[in-house]
């Protein structure tokens, strides 16, 4: 037995969006199950994410604090995005939003790892980058809005969020993934062994 998620597609007798929002909408599908029956199913369409964990020289993850409505917490997280433009490279949009929301830039780009957010209720697909050799951002900052003027930054070691995640600590899927990610490859094939920037990326097809 092979281990990999494969692409599959039941049968859908009918759709409909019942709700259009600024980003994302919700789609109802009434789909065919295995046995015959035809049933719901609610969720939430989505133009997918990047994700950036920043490693500096001293083994510390760049953070930023922002407050997140739907769950009322401000809650720590690495840099993040949607894919705005479809059929964007995800290495542009990553890069775009380290220099936005930490006006940082990055020498060295790997793929960290690709997983989909909450497949039960939303086709959110996010590739988390691993991106090393940082340095200030040339030019002005960005303008911050909403949610981000209010924006913190921190630089923590790898091990201490490690005991902060498992703790139960901090909460944010990308962070969480992204550190626990990093530390696997570490002690696999190591981390010049992750996959290059451009990999393909199925969930979301982008030009190089």
């Not at 001293?58 to 894919?83: C, F, M, S, T």
């Not at 990553?94 to 990055?106: D, G, S």
């Not at 924006?151 to 901090?170: K, Y």
């Not at 002690?187 to 097809?205: C, K, T, Y």
Request: proline letters at 6%; a negative charge; glycine letters at 6%.
């Amino acid at each position: 037995m092979t281990i990999k998620d494969t692409r599959a597609e039941w049968e859908i007798r009918s759709t409909e969006t019942p709700f259009t929002g600024n980003k994302t909408s919700v789609r109802t599908d009434e789909v065919v199950m295995p046995d015959g029956s035809v049933v719901s199913r609610d969720y939430q369409v989505h133009p997918g994410s990047v994700a950036v964990l920043a490693l500096d020289e001293e083994d510390r993850v760049l953070l930023i604090n922002q407050y997140r409505h739907p769950v009322r917490h401000k809650l720590w997280e690495i840099p993040a995005g949607l894919l705005d433009v479809p059929g964007e490279n995800p290495l542009h949009a990553a890069q775009r939003e380290l220099y936005e929301e930490a006006h940082v830039k990055a020498e060295d780009w790997r793929v960290l790892t690709d997983v989909y957010t909450t497949p039960g209720g939303c086709d959110e697909a996010v590739r988390i980058f691993l991106a090393r050799e940082l340095s200030d951002a040339d030019g002005e900052r960005f303008a911050a809005e909403h949610e981000e003027t209010d924006m913190e930054h921190a630089r923590v070691p790898v091990d201490e969020l490690v005991r902060r995640i498992l703790a139960g600590d901090v909460h944010n899927n990308c962070l969480v993934v992204g550190v626990l990610s990093l530390v696997a490859a570490r002690g696999g094939d190591g981390l010049d062994a992750l996959r290059p920037a451009d990999a393909p990326w199925p969930a979301r097809p982008f030009e190089s």
